[in-house]
């Protein structure tokens, strides 16, 4: 028998082994129905399958496929801490602070998702109208497309513009003389949003035409001669490349909003006291502490 059969056969037995353990060989299986005890700890088909649908949605399929394996880690997690109890750290002051700190930090966080998350509500009239009073926020950036020469020196920067101001052709002359790798493109740079290349390089393109050619633009790279072949002005982005992200500034708008409210009505219905001798004797205490 080949290995590729014997795999097979061992699959097979595999999937039906699994079957005869899960579902107790065809009948149907009830949630409270005991799936391991381990110790005097008991699972059930429920529980476990509460487990599963727990996880991260993208997690679930590949649970279910080997969910044998889950059970095994369930089933290692209860052991410890069957173990632990054993030991009594129940009872053991620092953890028992651990988990009021925890308790505290879990029932805080269903309060704010009860109270305020689940509360926020965002429309897609309130993403239209805020999208229309903030335009400004959702323009892209002019862009500029340029050509430019590269050269080393001022002189025979000049000659070129001398050259180009007779007729000779820009992108000739790039791949003539320029010294910049984008040479082999006559001198094509592409298109870029301004901030993106050196000031100097920029100011230098800002006030020409498309279809102009600069004077000599001196960087710390040498010396340019800059053609502007396309100009490109800001443009209003459409409100579906924007929607989520607007949705999701909303919501933290709201969220943010909803919670200061919650806080303050609280601390009004609240006697709070604050006892400023012993804030102030706190530092002080650290201080000495340091020493």
Same mark, same amino acid.
């Given at each position: ?22 579902? $107790? ?25 509460? !487990? ?46 651990? #988990?009021?700190?925890?308790? /505290? /930090?879990?029932? &805080? ?10 509360? #926020? ?6 993403? !239209? ?18 050509? =430019? ?17 007779? $007729?000779?052709?820009?992108? +000739?002359?790039? !791949? ?18 301004? $901030? ?10 800002? &006030? ?15 010396? =340019?001669?800059?053609?502007?072949? +396309? ?14 992200? #607007?949705?999701?500034?909303? !919501? ?17 219905? &609240? ?21």
């Amino acid at each position: 028998m080949t290995y590729r059969t014997n795999r097979y056969v061992y699959i097979c037995l595999t999937v039906v082994v699994l079957l005869f353990a899960v579902t $107790g060989c065809g009948r149907s299986v009830s949630k409270d129905e005991v799936l391991a005890t381990i110790g005097d700890m008991k699972i059930t088909v429920g529980q476990f399958n509460e !487990r599963i649908s727990n996880l991260p949605v993208r997690y679930q399929a590949i649970v279910k496929k080997r969910k044998e394996e889950f059970l095994q880690e369930v089933i290692s997690d209860l052991l410890l801490y069957q173990e632990a109890l054993r030991k009594d750290l129940d009872k053991n002051k620092e953890v028992l602070s651990v #988990i009021a700190e925890a308790r /505290k /930090k879990i029932l &805080t966080a269903r309060l704010l998702k009860d109270e305020v998350d689940d509360a #926020i509500a965002v429309s897609e009239e309130n993403v !239209r109208d805020f999208y229309v009073k903030n335009s400004d926020k959702y323009m892209t950036p002019e862009i500029m497309r340029v050509s =430019h020469i590269l050269v080393l020196s001022e002189d025979e920067a000049d000659m070129i513009v001398e050259e180009l101001a007779s $007729g000779a052709k820009f992108e +000739d002359i790039a !791949r003539a003389k320029s010294v910049d790798p984008t040479a082999q493109r006559g001198g094509d740079i592409g298109y870029f949003p301004k $901030g993106q290349l050196m000031p100097e390089f920029e100011n230098g393109c800002a &006030t020409l035409d498309v279809g102009e050619i600069s004077d000599v633009v001196k960087t710390k790279l040498g010396y =340019h001669i800059i053609k502007l072949t +396309d100009r490109r002005a800001p443009e209003l982005r459409p409100l579906k490349q924007v929607r989520d992200k #607007i949705k999701v500034s909303l !919501r933290t708008a709201k969220r943010r909003i909803m919670f200061n409210a919650m806080l303050k009505k609280l601390r009004e219905e &609240t006697m709070i006291e604050i006892n400023k001798k012993a804030l102030d004797s706190v530092g002080k205490i650290e201080k000495d502490k340091d020493k």
